[in-house]
C-alpha cells in the first residue's frame, strides 16, 4: 500500500519510536456513577523526540513527568463502554464543569493528542475538547496532510454534542485511541459532518466540518456513545503501531475515500 494512503487518527502516543518509514490517551465499575465524577490520580507522560507517520506523533521518549491531573482511562473499563450522560445546560458554566473541561484540555496537551472525551479521563459526561495545530500538522509528509485532508484548527470544546453526516461520502483511514493503547485499526467515516452543541460558556454553536477534522468529532463523538474505534473497525485491519506500515490482508478494502 502506497504511503499516500497510510493515514490515520493521531489519539495517542506510543511508548517506543518505530523505523523510520515510521515516522490527532484517547479504573472499575461502581454501582453509584457519582464516583466516576470525582475520580482523580497521578497523570503520567512523556517526552522526548518527535517522530510521525499518518497524522499523530510516535516515539515518545522515556522522560516522565507527574501532574495531578487524571489518568487516561483504558479500555475495558465499563466508563468506556457505557453511554454518557447528558450535561445540564445550566450547568455549564459552574465551577465543576469548567474544571473538568480545563483538566480535559490539559490531559489532551500533554499526551499530545488532538481529541479527548470526558468518558476517557473517567467523567461520564458529554464533554468533548479537539484541537490540531500547525506545528502538529508541520511533522506528517505533505502528501499525508493532503491525503487526510488535514488542516489546523483552535481549541474546540462542545458540551452534548449531537452529530449526523451532510453527505454520503465516506473515507477508510486507520485509527488509533489513547484508550487502546499501541493498536490502530481502519474505520469508515463521513467526510463531511455537522455537529451542534453547548460551548463552555453556555451558548448554542453549529460546527461544520470535513476532512480529519470530521474525523476526530466523530471519533470523540463515539466515546459519548460508549463506543470504541474497535467497534466499529474492520476487524481484519487490527494491528500494533509497529506493523502499522505492513500490507493489509487480502480481500481488505482499499484506504482513503470511497
Keep these: 500500500m502506497e504511503t499516500l494512503f497510510r493515514v490515520s487518527l493521531?489519539?495517542?502516543?506510543?511508548?517506543?519510536?518505530?523505523?523510520?518509514?515510521?515516522?490527532?490517551?484517547?479504573?472499575?465499575?461502581?454501582?453509584?456513577?457519582?464516583?466516576?465524577?470525582?475520580?482523580?490520580?497521578?497523570?503520567?507522560?512523556?517526552?522526548s523526540s518527535v517522530k510521525t507517520n499518518a497524522g499523530?506523533?510516535?516515539?515518545?521518549?522515556?522522560?516522565?513527568?507527574?501532574?495531578?491531573?487524571?489518568?487516561?482511562?483504558?479500555?475495558?473499563?465499563?466508563?468506556?463502554?457505557?453511554?454518557?450522560?447528558e450535561v445540564d445546560p445550566e450547568e455549564i458554566g459552574s465551577e465543576r464543569i469548567q474544571k473538568i473541561i480545563d483538566?480535559?484540555?490539559?490531559v489532551m496537551r500533554l499526551a499530545p493528542g488532538v481529541g479527548?472525551?470526558?468518558?476517557?479521563?473517567?467523567?461520564?459526561l458529554r464533554i468533548i475538547v479537539l484541537e490540531d495545530t500547525r506545528e502538529y500538522i508541520s511533522y506528517a509528509p505533505k502528501e499525508e496532510v493532503l491525503a487526510q485532508e488535514r488542516r489546523p484548527f483552535d481549541l474546540m470544546v462542545m458540551v452534548n454534542p449531537e452529530l449526523k453526516g451532510v453527505s454520503n461520502k465516506k473515507a477508510l483511514f486507520f485509527e488509533g485511541c489513547l484508550s487502546v493503547d499501541g493498536f490502530r485499526g481502519v474505520v469508515e467515516r463521513y467526510l463531511?459532518?455537522?455537529?451542534?452543541?453547548?460551548?463552555r460558556q453556555?451558548?448554542?454553536?453549529?460546527?461544520?466540518?470535513?476532512?480529519?477534522?470530521?474525523?476526530?468529532?466523530?471519533?470523540?463523538?463515539?466515546?459519548?456513545?460508549?463506543?470504541?474505534?474497535?467497534d466499529k473497525m474492520i476487524p481484519r485491519t487490527f494491528r500494533t503501531v509497529d506493523n502499522l506500515d505492513l500490507p493489509l490482508a487480502e480481500g481488505c478494502p482499499k484506504l482513503g475515500p470511497q
Excluded at 103 to 106: P, Y
Excluded at 116 to 124: F, K, T, V
Excluded at 192 to 199: H, K, L, N, Q
Aim: with cysteine; net charge positive.
Design 10 to 47: 493521531r489519539l495517542l502516543p506510543v511508548s517506543a519510536a518505530v523505523g523510520c518509514r515510521r515516522a490527532i490517551r484517547l479504573p472499575v465499575s461502581r454501582p453509584d456513577s457519582s464516583h466516576l465524577l470525582n475520580r482523580s490520580s497521578l497523570y503520567k507522560f512523556s517526552s
Design 202 to 230: 453556555g451558548k448554542r454553536i453549529q460546527v461544520n466540518a470535513s476532512g480529519w477534522k470530521a474525523r476526530i468529532l466523530q471519533h470523540e463523538c463515539d466515546h459519548l456513545d460508549g463506543n470504541l474505534y474497535v
Design 56 to 85: 499523530w506523533l510516535l516515539g515518545l521518549g522515556d522522560k516522565k513527568k507527574q501532574t495531578n491531573l487524571p489518568d487516561i482511562v483504558a479500555a475495558g473499563d465499563p466508563v468506556l463502554h457505557e453511554k454518557a450522560r
Design 192 to 199: 463531511e459532518v455537522e455537529v451542534t452543541g453547548y460551548d
Design 103 to 106: 483538566d480535559m484540555v490539559k
Design 116 to 124: 479527548l472525551a470526558a468518558p476517557q479521563i473517567g467523567i461520564p
